[in-house]
């Protein structure tokens, strides 16, 4: 058990400033919620006289480390868009505002390169009034981008700032970036709580069970199958397929799926799948239209990228370092297309790809709750002097968890756990495409 | 003004049979609208003695042709889906069997091939319980198809069924399929009534002011031109690009761009453009940049066909005959990535393509109201032995038209009138992308 | 035929000065469409040797009245909310700012109030930077209130501000209020154009066939219809009852019935009603529901007020001077659940009255094109110094109507007309609920 | 410590059929989860030498109780609508059918009337087609009823009927009838599976941390805050008052708040508030229109109850035998406006009250996802033979909860804990509303 995760997290130093913020229960330092909670793991430990690991729980403290008068805290949003950052950044600037007294908020423009000089991105000062309405809107107010900066650099403009505490919000990268940032800082003594709030639309965080944005783009993903769905019907023959995201994990398939069950078939990089031989998917979906007429699909943006591998020889990568996928979106199109014309039966494919329409909507109304108690948490630890950590989410708490420890591994779909049973459940679709 | 349209309508026979419909106010047979309010235009008719053009006006007629109880109503729907086929068929229904007493009524499945024996799709034997709900769901419940069918053959099924009304519900090759029926049906001295429901999501149906799912179709493309414009606001040089449906027409996206103002280029067919030189769509799109770093561009399907054809010695037909139009989208998408690495300034393009999303919803409110009266309509008209007709709507009444008129040209924006005009006006583009 | 309507607009005085509007196509100021295009009428007129009553066309004029450089325009908001009344006043400023170089526009806060100076509000000084997003928020940014406020007051507000160009916003009192402006400027020789942008939720205006936000409101109304019929059809012998807008005509309740067509029931106050006796509105409710189990009606606020007023003595105004209708729901409500007491048979009634829910969305996408061309239209006529008028669309044109004509009388629903015949059809209701 | 829960579940007997449920990792039968994932609670308990509570995991077993060809199941739906019966039931439906070869399935009419014979309500059968678009509309196929119904008379049907599983759906008075059905059943040595299937739209349910329709009721409620945050703003001294479900617990009010943050006050059953006095609501209430003009109040229906029965001297019940809740949101309306009149300030008040505009919705993306589930589970436990209890979710993991332990007490919000605290920060409400 040697290989339990470490969840303890940094603090800048001893927290001697009574909070102002009104509270009837303060949380107390101490104060944890394990990590397994299921009970033979409990009374494991207990055997082994071995404390079960446990996290951090988020919330306002009763003492803290800064002064909130002499605060300057500052806010960057990096990557792609993603529903609720808007609604993130609201609650940041109203928390540090309203409930603390911090009232020298600045928004670092377009990702990392608004820490950046050379880049001119002038930051934005953000005010309650600026900001009151933005979680109606999709996208950042701030702009974002893509791709490394030098983290040196970005800690000079930090300290020449006078930043205090930054709050990154951001996939992977930028939490990989944000533990880089919060070290250098140590490293100069800077008395720098850099807090991540992480932005992944596909759920894989590690030690966090539901990342923001997530439930949003599922249920709009929605909409999508509800288009395949409904072209399929139309036709005779008809296969809707929707291309959902999901570089690493299928949970925006997954779930999309079961919240819209007419799909027949998900597919999710953590199943591989064949497509020929007589379990393959290719056969089985002309089963599915012999007998019913009409299909649906919905693959995730990481399926198959062994099939796809298999056809080209060349590995590209994007401006933030992700290896670029491969499309199985129209790879399956075209596959199943030349299959049917080969045994010479009419089909109608209907391919959809809603990405952009995805990403760009605003967070609905349980996202908006989930960002801004996130973001409230995510003041809490930072006036307590908490860095290099991101506030995520536990058996429904709200918990600190070290940023280095989130981003070593993805998490992903269990094939044989509860999630995916449910989902071929809801589809019955076969276990497996794969030839025995 | 020997051009003017002759909107005169083919009738089956004499009405002689007492309608059962119940209403206050029957449309007397001579009603009829004029089809060019502009008072000076109906000045100068009376100046030259002649009658100015007008339309039959639709509505329950006091005698109708068929008896009741002996009719037996077919329904076919053909072409690309498009909001409000359900709408339609329902109240279809609803009218031949509530207001009629006509209670055998077959729903031909996948279009024209529903009406062609080798194809083996049996009808669906429509009644008021199968019906009541589809509204609430896009697509059509008969399912569709494109492609030509052998119009002897399909006068053979209709003949052999004993159908007697027959209604078309499709695009312009459906229409002119539909024109071709009833003429032969004529030939043979076959007592059956052919009426037309256009659908063109597209709007382009000449002498008719509006065609259903046209409204819904701009209204839904709305949240993708936010979803553009999202993107654009939050990305340095972002730039949103949308391809909207519009073949030969461009009214979604004119309506769509007036709708929501955050558009600033509207690229049309009926309007064409350069992409090069000093007031070329690049340059200007270059100088929209420096002055706001974000830009939104809608483009309809058919905009700029010429500038692609330049670039390609092939042009492609689909099974229902139409010219496969190339892709405007990638080619400004790759055209607009492509200026810009020359002049090497980073730009964020995201590209939308939302098609299948806006063809599949069902319709909107108005829609609905708008299919309903569309389908009441074609009923009182089938009933009185109409034939050879559409139903359509003009200056807010609705009428009967010839078919024949209506496939004979498109109808298309106006570049000197009042649309494009007010279009101009909401996105403050340049009146040209071309130099003088 | 001495009772047709006289169409002329007032003009403060010829048009001079050349137009700084970018067009291809100029409206001539004799442009006109004919008020009823039924071609009967028209050949009536021509014998009788009169020209046909007809409108002028709105619309961009080559030479206008008013030099934009010295244009001080003002813009105000009145009565109830009402959809899209924030987009109008967002392309009220966009053209008059960039389409004709007008940059000093002032909204009036809080309706007529913010004439007046003792209400202290001042008021805001509209850019394009400012109602740049408006149109996607609901209300007005301007606020509103009812009531009257003096002329005189109001006249000397707007001539010690310098307005040449007052827009108004509003129902029929404050249609009322503005011609009154616009005379008593006329009677001081002010320069000062006077135009009204019409606000009817109840889309009840006279020669106007579409008032802003009545589309937007009927679309909003179905959700609660489906409501009730959810509700009506989950409970054995349920009843979902529905109180909508339309005080004097019953349009939204009708496109809603035809909208949604689970309805059954619609009561409207052009078509009287009898609750009583064999063929009244309960023993037909008690037929539908041995028949069925369950039943939705919608009833307009207006619907019934005899029947209500039958059993009270006192008749109410509000500020505004409407007077205060008695609630018509309550009271089916109350009278539906006695009868069905004293039959001793278990209704389940659920009574949804969704009022400021539909008052206080946003336009819909059809309702913000509506707006955006109504606005501009709007700015054409007082940039032409037309005044004590109202734009207006008929036939699909957009019109210059002088506001007289339209406060005198209402528009309603035809009993024996077309709309509530297809009503009729729709729902399936008998004609009357009034015994012979 | 004797007071802690007793999660332990009956069982009709010994699992001995392999079940055909295929599956790649079946839930060992005593696995479980522990109630409180607290450290301290836990090394508390490990002092003690005691084992910590804990619940039964839900999920498919290995070995199940009843052989599905044999079974005939039966579902019914209680109570008041709430989105997501119709998912519920549909997945049932599904799960029973195609993952156990269940294909005899009853839906019982109008909650336990179904169960009555003399109600006469014949039951659906229920059948994969039958259900597969329901979870598209709200409300219940089965519909529903309130009232108590004899346990004996309903257990007789059962018996007669053959039934060995019985799923009913519906709130605590459900669960309580539920629960007195599974012990006259085991009394009489009935094969008799009875699973609760928790539906109550409060989320007040006892040791179950969500209950479905809970999120999606919270959501539409936004519609209605924002409705009034609208009004609010479109009148000077604007005041918009909604009030929301919530008799004994204010989650959905609360969770509505976070979600539209522009609410500034939250009225909950759990936190007791005055009217009066300077620091009364009216008082504060007055103080936040003087500095922003308007203001919006949400306000749970079994909010300050106290203060209405001081008026009152009368307890009502309905049918279900709840306490009739007196009508605080209109209590409210009425004492703001009296208070304002008094103080001769105008003020502009609209009071929305959404009820079953908000109990009729289908359930939204996520609730499906999570009906599903939970429907999933329930026949799970059904097949393996448990009883009396229902489906839960703890720490985001589906339990099994004797039913008996649920209805003792309800789930509430710690007016000084997370929730609350959460609330309080993003209103900027004072922490109470009473004179110290």
Redesign the interface.
């Known amino acids: 058990m040697g290989k339990e995760p470490d969840f303890s997290i940094t603090d800048l130093g001893k927290c001697t400033v009574q909070s102002p913020y009104?509270?009837?229960?303060f949380v107390t330092p101490?104060?944890?919620?394990?990590y397994n909670?299921?009970?033979?793991d409990?009374?494991k430990h207990?055997q082994k006289k071995e404390?079960?690991p446990?996290m951090e729980v988020a919330?306002?403290r009763r003492t803290i480390y800064f002064d909130p008068s002499k605060v300057r805290a500052g806010i960057v949003t990096c990557g792609g868009?993603c529903p609720g950052m808007n609604s993130v950044i609201?609650?940041l600037v109203?928390?540090l505002w309203?409930?603390y007294g911090v009232q020298n908020i600045l928004g670092f423009?377009?990702g990392f390169?608004g820490l950046v000089p050379r880049y001119h991105?002038k930051p934005m000062i953000l005010t309650p009034d600026l900001v009151a309405n933005i979680?109606?809107?999709?996208?950042?107010i701030l702009?974002?981008?893509r791709g490394h900066q030098e983290i040196g650099e970005m800690v000079d403009a930090l300290e020449r700032m006078n930043i205090c505490m930054l709050f990154t919000i951001g996939g992977d990268g930028t939490m990989r970036a944000t533990t880089l940032i919060a070290e250098e800082a140590m490293r100069r003594g800077l008395k720098l709580s850099v807090i991540g709030l992480p932005k992944t639309i596909d759920n894989d965080l590690m030690y966090v069970?539901r990342s923001f944005g997530f439930?949003t783009a599922?249920?709009v993903a929605?909409?999508?199958i509800?288009?395949?769905h409904?072209?399929a019907?139309?036709?005779?023959n008809?296969i809707g397929l929707v291309k959902l995201m999901g570089r690493h994990s299928g949970y925006i398939a997954a779930?999309?799926a079961?919240?819209?069950?007419h799909v027949n078939f998900v597919l999710i990089p953590e199943v591989p799948f064949h497509l020929n031989g007589e379990r393959g998917l290719l056969r089985t979906l002309e089963i599915r239209l012999e007998r019913r007429r009409h299909a649906a699909i919905v693959v995730a943006e990481g399926a198959g990228q062994d099939l796809l591998i298999k056809d080209s020889d060349k590995v590209e990568r994007d401006a933030s370092g992700n290896i670029k996928l491969m499309d199985i979106g129209a790879f399956l199109r075209d596959k199943i297309t030349e299959y049917f014309k080969r045994k010479n039966k009419e089909i109608n494919l209907?391919y959809?790809d809603?990405s952009?329409?995805i990403?760009?909507?605003p967070a609905?109304?349980?996202d908006?709750?989930f960002c801004?108690?996130l973001a409230?948490n995510a003041v809490h630890a930072a006036m307590c002097g908490k860095t290099n950590m991101l506030v995520g989410r536990w058996?429904?708490?709200?918990t600190h968890v070290p940023i280095k420890l989130t981003v070593s591994q993805r998490k992903t779909i269990d094939?044989?756990?509860?999630l995916?049973?449910?989902v071929?459940?809801?589809t019955?679709q076969p276990?497996s495409f794969i030839n025995p």
Chains 1, 2, 3, 4 share one sequence.
């Open positions: 009104h509270c009837v229960t101490d104060e944890k919620i394990i909670p299921n009970l033979k409990i009374l207990r404390t079960p446990a919330g306002p868009l609201r609650t109203m928390e309203y409930q423009r377009y390169e991105h979680f109606e809107q999709g996208g950042s702009g974002s981008s069970e439930q599922f249920s929605v909409q999508s509800k288009a395949a409904t072209e019907l139309g036709a005779h008809g779930n999309a079961l919240a819209l069950p209907k959809i809603p952009y329409l990403r760009s909507v609905d109304a349980d908006n709750v801004s108690v409230q058996n429904n708490i709200y094939p044989g756990g509860n995916w049973g449910q071929l459940a809801a019955g276990h």
